[in-house]
């Protein structure tokens, strides 16, 4: 198995030494510093791994069914820590998924599931977001996809890149078309937590019981680097093939990462965390939906959640010249193109990151860009 490089990370692989001097692309809130935990950390904490449990630590896990609303329907047990969601995805699918397998995923999405898929051998079907409907997931489509040889149904909540968001109804329904065949149904619920219109969705773990949730201290909190996230699924199986395969990779997860996720998961602390990200998210987002609005060269359905949506192009502007046009001198401003999507026409805005992502200044370059084009 050969695992190929998406189009995403070949543009952030093609654009680390660029040293933009703003972003119009962040897609998590501003990351706190290492001194914000220090009054919580134990300096006698031993730098072994965490010793009690090869799912993560058992606090941690605690903490995690608790902001994923799932107090009740799941327990600690159900959880496993991994390196960020990302590492949850790759786990899951790997253990899965074989050849000749069935996978459906979306499109625009979260690329991962694909390059994985090609690198099994799995058959991909591909359900198409549609932007005139809002980039709402076709529920009729991803129905009348799952057939027996379906395996899994890969998706993101909200959905990465466009933030639309589904609600309790179309997880139900998602969850009995995959009952019907005994496929695995993973909901990458990363940008969970910012929702600008409606509730926060439920986690399909306490829906569907092959029904797999990933997600992350990254983005609502800003907390990427510390590589710590989760798997949550009720199937004690997959759980335990999830940290057998890692077992061979990285065999542990690093101690720091989850005494620190474990802090900033604390009622009292993601409480008032959340808040001030929803808070700076409605204020840029509004920003940003203004400046889209102005711009005779863009239109866009706003984000329902999270930090990130996709802009459309006018026509004849291609998002690949144009993002890297954005980067280069004099204009030197991030963002990601839409055809790391399969969305050529498309630029992916963001705009997380807080002060340092000098987002009034990018916006302002990438007014001047379009208008030159
Ligand atoms: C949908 C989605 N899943 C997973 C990831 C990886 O996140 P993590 O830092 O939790 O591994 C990202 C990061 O951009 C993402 O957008």
Redesign the pocket.
């Known amino acids: 198995m050969k695992v190929k490089i998406h189009t995403l990370f070949q543009y952030l692989l093609d654009t680390t030494e660029a040293e933009p001097e703003a972003f119009v692309g962040f897609?998590?809130s501003q990351s706190p510093k290492l001194g914000d935990f220090l009054a919580d950390l134990d300096p006698g904490l031993s730098l072994d791994w965490n010793g009690g449990s090869f799912r993560g630590l058992p606090e941690l896990r605690d903490r995690v069914i608790g902001q994923a609303g799932l107090d009740g329907l799941c327990s600690p047990d159900d959880v496993l820590v991994t390196?960020?969601?990302?590492?949850?995805?790759y786990l899951a699918f790997m253990q899965l998924v074989q050849k000749g397998d069935e996978v459906i995923v979306e499109r625009p999405g979260?690329p991962?599931a694909e390059v994985l898929a090609e690198a099994v051998g799995a058959t991909l079907r591909i359900i198409d977001r549609d932007e005139s409907d809002g980039w709402t997931l076709p529920i009729d489509a991803v129905e009348a996809a799952i057939t027996p040889k379906t395996r899994l149904v890969f998706l993101?909540n909200p959905n990465?890149p466009t933030g639309a968001l589904m609600g309790e109804a179309d997880l139900a329904r998602l969850a009995r078309a995959a009952d019907r065949v005994g496929a695995w149904l993973i909901v990458?619920e990363?940008?969970a937590g910012l929702e600008w219109q409606g509730a926060r969705a439920p986690s399909i773990a306490g829906i569907y019981p092959r029904g797999i949730t990933?997600?992350?201290?990254?983005?609502a909190l800003g907390l990427?680097g510390l590589?710590t996230?989760w798997m949550i699924c009720r199937d004690e199986t997959l759980i335990r093939d999830a940290f057998i395969l890692r077992e061979n990779a990285s065999e542990i997860m690093n101690i720091l990462g989850e005494v620190i996720a474990e802090i900033a998961l604390r009622p009292e602390r993601l409480a008032p965390a959340m808040e001030a990200a929803r808070t700076a998210g409605r204020a840029t987002l509004a920003k940003l939906d203004a400046y889209v609005a102005g711009q005779p060269k863009l239109s866009w359905t706003p984000p329902q959640a999270g930090l990130i949506g996709l802009a459309r192009l006018a026509p004849g502007i291609d998002s690949d010249t144009f993002a890297r046009r954005l980067l280069a001198d004099p204009y030197r401003t991030f963002l990601l193109p839409g055809s790391a999507y399969h969305r050529p026409n498309h630029i992916r805005l963001g705009v997380g990151g807080g002060q340092a992502a000098n987002l009034d200044v990018g916006l302002d370059r990438m007014a001047r860009l379009l208008a030159d084009w």
């Open positions: 897609s998590l390196a960020g969601a990302a590492e949850a995805n979260w991962q993101s990465n990458d990363v940008y990933t997600g992350s201290v990254s983005k990427q590589r996230g």
